[in-house]
């Protein structure tokens, strides 16, 4: 089965605090691909990060960063100084080949509130 | 470049009334996607086209859901009659194409549609 499984449901922080969101997957599959989607209270799921199950590398984008793990089936995204401008929902999802074409599963998404 | 375009934002209607949603996708995006999501859970697929046909219906509960995607473009999402269990948020996504296995490209989401039924 394919499933993307978030844990945290709500963390709050303070602003420049570092955070990380937990994501763990299961496939059985070997080519497959993650995304982190980031969906702020207006409601638009704005698109943060894919990485194919063949690249392992770390990355790092500003302040956010990836940490994707096969051995542990986890790919964690960090936020380096949090912002208030990063409260948001943020959403992990699996994106695999179901023998037709592929398909999006996404986990339940954790809420990030940043304070002052 | 224009992002996924839907309307209407927000809908109110009373149950057993019929209500449309419309989407028009990046421009040169093939593959059109409906996702609804309900509060406190991620997005999920009910319907998948590619141009104008719909390849991914699985999970369009067809009884009272229908959807169109005339002339590979633009597309609406119909709920008749609408029920309780219907309130929740209808996001519309776009990609470039589906290459299946061997690669996936990225799915862009338009704003959404907050639907409440009475």
């Known amino acids: 089965a394919q499933k993307v499984t978030q844990a945290q449901t709500e963390i709050s922080v303070v602003e420049k605090e570092d955070v990380t969101l937990d994501c763990v997957y299961e496939?059985?599959?070997?080519?497959?691909?993650l995304f982190w989607y980031k969906q702020p209270p207006s409601g638009e799921l704005v698109f943060l990060i894919r990485?194919?199950?063949?690249?392992?590398q770390n990355e790092i984008s500003g302040r956010y960063s990836w940490n994707f793990q096969k051995s542990t089936s986890s790919f964690n995204f960090t936020i380096t100084a949090s912002q208030v401008v990063d409260s948001a929902v943020y959403f992990c999802?699996?994106?695999?080949?179901?023998?037709?074409?592929?398909?999006?599963?996404f986990g339940t998404g954790t809420r990030l509130q940043v304070t002052l | 470049e224009a992002g996924v375009v839907q309307s209407p934002r927000y809908k109110i209607i009373e149950k057993k009334q019929p209500v449309a949603f419309w989407c028009n996708p990046i421009?040169?995006?093939?593959?059109l996607y409906w996702y609804r999501q309900n509060l406190g859970q991620g997005p999920e697929l009910l319907i998948r086209?590619?141009?104008?046909?719909?390849?991914?219906d699985s999970q369009l509960p067809k009884d009272r859901f229908s959807a169109e995607r005339l002339k590979g473009v633009d597309s609406t999402l119909k709920i008749q009659p609408a029920e309780l269990g219907d309130s929740a948020v209808y996001l519309c996504?776009?990609?470039?194409?589906?290459?299946?296995?061997?690669?996936?490209?990225?799915?862009?989401f338009g704003p959404g549609t907050r639907l409440t039924v009475l």
């Open positions: 999802a699996l994106s695999y080949y179901t023998g037709t074409a592929s398909k999006l599963t």
């Open positions: 496939t059985r599959d070997t080519t497959y691909y």
């Open positions: 990485r194919n199950s063949f690249d392992e």
């Open positions: 086209y590619e141009n104008e046909e719909a390849v991914d």
């Open positions: 421009s040169g995006h093939n593959t």
């Open positions: 996504a776009s990609s470039l194409e589906d290459r299946g296995a061997y690669s996936t490209d990225t799915q862009y």
